[in-house]
């Protein structure tokens, strides 16, 4: 089925610029500092991205900015030449320039595992995010309208959303990307077109009945608005509360997991235990974009997946990235844990970026007649005779090669054995933290007792080390602490 040209309608236009001055409103609170900017307008040659287009177009002289024309053709359909062709037409009668590309949307969707429409946009935004990196001042408007955000509330509501999911389509995605018709209902945009006597290029899946929002936008909602004719204003004055509401936990979200990640990547035992549910939802869903740098086809059955109590699932394959959960571990499955090595002061605190761990050193005079027995150290906590120490002191992963024979063993073993007893997941022991002196020996496992060497005596001076942070005791510790 090929798309096709609507003609104008055949009357004369009334008042051109019934939509102009609120659209100008709209765009200069969307972007106060418009002089010089750069403007890249995505176009379809869609009935919404034709009046886009023209509205930037009518204004770009009076502001001052640079306008141009942004075209993805995502080689899905049978009529792409001939809407590229129409495209490019329509920008050449008029002057504005051009940006195109082409995708292997098909290509992008059997890679990742995701629907056509899903690979579409994924690709579409990408191209957009490009052109708004060529310039600070670049900018780049979507033509989605209210109606569109109609559509997206009911669509996402079906698929049982929460709050993040029903503010539906923002003002501003992203980076300098925007959507200045977002406030405008469909027939305001058809009244434009018929005022400006505009033609555009009928996409023919508009019309197609099998696609959800289709059905919507051609029998479910005016079925709907018939009854309730307010009701396009009510879903936008919802999605405004629904996305204050999301942005409040989002803001949460993102701190809360920015400390008890390991490297942004790694979930660590008992890290959502303490927070509350409604909130563990929108720490999964920061962390699954941040994994995957978006949320495209991740729904809210996806997210509880992830929440604790958690199954005994070890791979959990998600739209676009796979999970492990192993030890109540959860990272992605091509996970690869970098080595790090961080000197220690002689009296104070060092922070572990990469295992979101703080070291503190102390040294601690000595009182006559005490005496220290291993088994009383907290397993995160380590006293050490200085004297017997090669300074400075340094904290780094653990290595293959690294042997160690802690206070009360007759013979010395290797750490990734201790390790692996210790029931770390493969992939994150190099994570494991491990205290060398200047020779590069291990003397202190975290967990584990100190190396025999090191052991303080009566009335000596003591080192004192303690290791605090988001990594529990129990995945650490030897069965014999």
Not at 116 to 128: D, M, N, P, T, V
Not at 304 to 322: C, D, K, V
Not at 434 to 447: E, R, V
Not at 454 to 474: E, F, H
Request: hydrophobic share 40%; proline share 8%.
């Amino acid at each position: 089925m090929s798309g096709v040209q609507v003609p104008p309608p055949l009357f004369q236009p009334l008042n051109m610029e019934i939509l102009l001055p609120p659209f100008r409103d709209r765009l200069l609170q969307l972007i106060p500092d418009i002089q010089g900017a750069i403007i890249y307008a995505a176009f379809s040659g869609g009935k919404d991205s034709v009046a886009l287009l023209t509205l930037l177009s009518a204004l770009e002289s009076e502001l001052k900015f640079t306008l141009k024309a942004a075209y993805l053709n995502h080689g899905i359909r049978e009529d792409a030449s001939r809407e590229s062709l129409w495209v490019f037409n329509f920008c050449s009668e008029r002057t504005i320039p051009l940006v195109t590309e082409s995708a292997d949307v098909k290509e992008l969707a059997g890679r990742e595992g995701i629907n056509l429409e899903a690979a579409a946009s994924r690709r579409r935004y990408a191209f957009f995010q490009r052109l708004v990196n060529l310039s600070p001042t670049s900018w780049l408007a979507t033509a989605h309208t209210l109606s569109d955000q109609v559509e997206t509330f009911f669509m996402r509501l079906m698929r049982g959303s929460g709050a993040a999911g029903l503010a539906g389509i923002l003002p501003l995605r992203g980076r300098r990307i925007l959507r200045p018709l977002a406030v405008f209902s469909e027939a305001d945009i058809r009244a434009f077109l018929q005022r400006r006597h505009l033609s555009h290029y009928e996409d023919p899946s508009n019309q197609d009945l099998t696609l959800l929002r289709n059905r919507l936008r051609h029998e479910i909602l005016p079925i709907i608005r018939r009854q309730f004719p307010q009701m396009d204003q009510r879903i936008h004055d919802a999605t405004r509360i629904f996305k204050d509401e999301s942005d409040c936990f989002v803001m949460q979200a993102r701190h809360l997991l920015n400390h008890i990640t390991i490297l942004g990547q790694v979930i660590p035992p008992g890290a959502l235990d303490s927070i509350h549910p409604a909130l563990q939802r929108h720490v999964l869903r920061e962390y699954l974009r941040r994994l995957r740098g978006d949320l495209l086809e991740i729904s809210l059955a996806h997210v509880e997946a992830l929440m604790p109590p958690n199954p005994s699932t070890r791979h959990l394959s998600l739209p676009g990235i796979t999970l492990t959960r192993q030890k109540d571990f959860l990272f992605p499955r091509d996970f690869s844990a970098p080595t790090y090595s961080h000197v220690l002061p002689t009296d104070g605190d060092c922070m572990i970026p990469e295992i979101c761990a703080r070291v503190r050193v102390c040294l601690c005079r000595a009182e006559a007649g005490d005496k220290l027995n291993p088994s009383d150290s907290p397993a995160f906590t380590v006293e050490m005779n200085p004297k017997k120490l090669r300074f400075p002191l340094r904290v780094r992963s653990v290595r293959g090669t690294d042997r160690y024979r802690k206070q009360g063993s007759d013979f010395s073993q290797r750490v990734f054995e201790m390790v692996r007893a210790a029931g770390l997941p493969a992939a994150l022991r190099p994570l494991r933290p491990l205290l060398c002196d200047a020779s590069d020996q291990p003397i202190w496992i975290p967990g584990h007792a100190a190396a025999a060497h090191v052991k303080p005596g009566p009335n000596t001076p003591r080192l004192k080390i303690q290791m605090d942070g988001i990594w529990p005791q129990a995945p650490f510790q030897s069965p014999d602490v």
